[in-house]
């Protein structure tokens, strides 16, 4: 029986519609540097890298400077950064959809986290990335089945930034064993010697400072009371003095101020004895591993490297000091066991409206160790009084106010969740439903189409019922009418998807929803619908509640259709 000739269809013309108007994009310039930058003439410093950036989006048409982020002193080897994060929040607001870089380098140097950023976050996100030195461009970049055709250069930044650290570490680790200093910054009190960079010696400006303070400490003074007392005459902390003299040119430290910790570094370093002490934190990144403080027993400590501040009996005293301290510090954490301990249900929920610092959840007790209560003071105030209003809010009186505002949310969700009810069985959405419904199905039938007709080219080929041509030719145009069939099924299902989060599955309604039956405040309760709790010098309290995008588009909704009632 001969065969069944099958059915050729024929390429149709497609017609090409009118190009629009070209696109102008609101570019983000991202720029980095992994250590400090040092500002020499012709290095690869932050400053050339933004005059690049700058100089190549103005030259672009299609581009429109939105803003700068400077990571300076800062890995490529993780994306952990704080102006790339604030880089991403503008990128998920939708404020900037391209990024801008110097080359992939200044970006990232771990191909895994870059390729990902490349191939999966941006085109979902619909961010153009651009990387000016080596010539790529998403919009107009070379993707095959696998990707953009630049993993290479990504793998050999980051082989490049492992062998670097593997052939540094053997020379400084010898520096160190001979007592060089090989850190770029000496310890405060201390400056590196003009003739000698791998030398130190005491900084006319800082060191009567550091003598100061062990002896203040030696009179008694509390390390609290020392950082005040500092802070109030107004002597710049180690971090804003590096800042004052250029050597720091990190923001985060041109305000920094006096802390307890500060003031016990400085007490416990043997430094100020002579000694060179390095090596307390290590860096694991040639072997793959992030970057970790070392124990004491494998610091590296060398002797009578440069000229002490104080003497030893002054800094062995300040010891025994702190470890009394330790000792009758340890001895009270178990003194009032015996009243029990209130969970802490707003861990990490809690700031300063101030400054912008979490809370510090202070455990108090009264009436001779009969009452147990905890209140929430601002460590910035207590470090330092000028630097941030007093803050002292009973942990208690603060759940009162949580539990009254989430009751009250709960409630709202109830009442708009019986509206989106009402609306999901309305005439309107219910015929919207079945609309979107129908063009599903007809895409999937397109869809479906289209593979039948893209997989019977072979054999129509192979029987010879086409020229090779007519079989290229064809399984172009089939190709494309399957990517066409695919992205609108793809759209389609996307915005039945939005609309039903919007309404019936909407992650606001869903998360009330689950605490309704809840008689009092609880911690999964705190955390599912809280984002962020402020509290001023004046004991006000603000809350930000969680999925208010979500809410504010559900209202918007039902207030299209007429479902709110009136207040």
């Known amino acids: 029986m001969a065969r ?69 002193g800062r890995t490529g080897t993780n994306f952990d950064r704080p102006e790339f994060e604030r880089l991403m929040d503008d990128v998920r607001t939708g404020k900037v959809d391209c990024i801008v ?110 003598r100061e303070i062990f002896s203040m400490r030696l009179t008694g003074i509390s390390y609290k009371k020392i950082a005040r007392t500092l ?61 970790y403080q070392a124990p004491e027993s494998e610091w590296v400590i060398v002797r009578d490297t440069h000229e002490p501040l104080v003497d030893e009996d002054t800094f062995r005293t300040v010891q025994q000091m702190a470890e009394q301290a330790s000792r009758t510090y340890q001895e009270r954490l178990g003194r009032y066991d015996g009243l029990g301990k209130i969970p802490n249900i707003l861990r990490g929920l809690v700031y300063c409206a101030d400054c912008k610092r979490p809370l510090v959840r202070y455990k108090s007790v009264t009436n001779n160790g009969k009452n147990l209560y905890y209140v929430y003071i601002c460590p910035s105030h207590t470090a330092d009084l000028s630097s941030c209003p007093k803050k002292y809010f009973h942990e208690m009186k603060l759940i009162e106010i949580l539990w009254d505002a989430l009751q009250r949310e709960i409630a709202l969700a109830e009442d708009m969740d019986k509206l989106v009810r009402q609306y999901s069985h309305s005439a309107k959405s219910v015929s919207q439903e079945a609309a979107v419904k129908r063009e599903i199905a007809a895409a999937k039938q397109a869809l479906d189409r289209a593979k039948m007709l893209y997989d019977s080219l072979y054999q129509n080929y192979a029987d010879k019922l086409m020229t090779e041509r007519e079989y290229t030719e064809m399984k172009r145009q089939y190709r494309a009418d399957m990517d066409r069939a695919q992205a609108r099924l793809d759209e389609l299902e996307r915005h039945q998807q939005e609309r039903r989060r919007q309404t019936t599955e909407n992650p606001w309604l869903t998360a009330c929803g689950q605490f309704k039956e809840e008689q009092a405040l609880t911690e999964a309760m705190a955390h599912a619908l809280i984002e962020r709790v402020e509290v001023d010098g004046k004991n006000h309290v603000s809350i930000t509640l969680r999925y208010r995008d979500e809410y504010r588009a559900l209202l918007q909704l039902l207030e299209a259709e007429g479902k709110v009632m009136s207040a």
């Open 101 to 210: 870089v110097k080359d992939l380098s200044r970006f990232g140097r771990n191909y895994q986290e870059t390729g990902n950023y490349l191939e999966r976050i941006f085109p979902l996100l619909g961010v153009r990335f651009i990387a000016v030195n080596d010539n790529f461009d998403t919009l107009t970049a070379e993707r095959t089945q696998d990707g953009y055709i630049v993993p290479l250069k990504n793998i050999m930044n980051a082989v490049y930034s492992k062998d670097i650290s593997r052939k540094i570490l053997p020379s400084l680790a010898s520096k160190q064993q001979r007592g060089e200093f090989i850190g770029s910054w000496a310890a405060y009190g201390y400056r590196k010697c003009e003739e000698n960079r791998h030398q130190i010696e005491p900084d006319p400006e800082t060191a009567p400072v550091v």
């Open 231 to 291: 802070n109030g005459r107004e002597i710049p902390s180690p971090g804003r003095y590096l800042c004052l003299i250029g050597a720091a040119k990190c923001e985060c430290y041109a305000n920094s101020r006096w802390t307890v910790t500060a003031v016990k570094n400085i007490l416990t370093s043997e430094v100020y004895l002579g000694h060179m002490v390095q090596g307390r934190k290590r860096s694991g990144f040639s072997e793959g591993l992030k970057p």
């Open 4 to 72: 069944t000739k099958r059915k050729v269809n024929p390429v149709l013309p497609v017609s090409v519609p009118t190009e629009k108007l070209q696109r102008v994009y609101h570019a983000g310039g991202y720029v980095r540097l992994s250590v400090e930058d040092s500002g020499r003439p012709g290095a690869d410093t932050i400053v050339t890298q933004r005059e690049l950036v700058q100089s190549y989006i103005e030259s672009q048409q299609d581009l429109e400077l939105y803003a700068f982020y400077c990571d300076n």
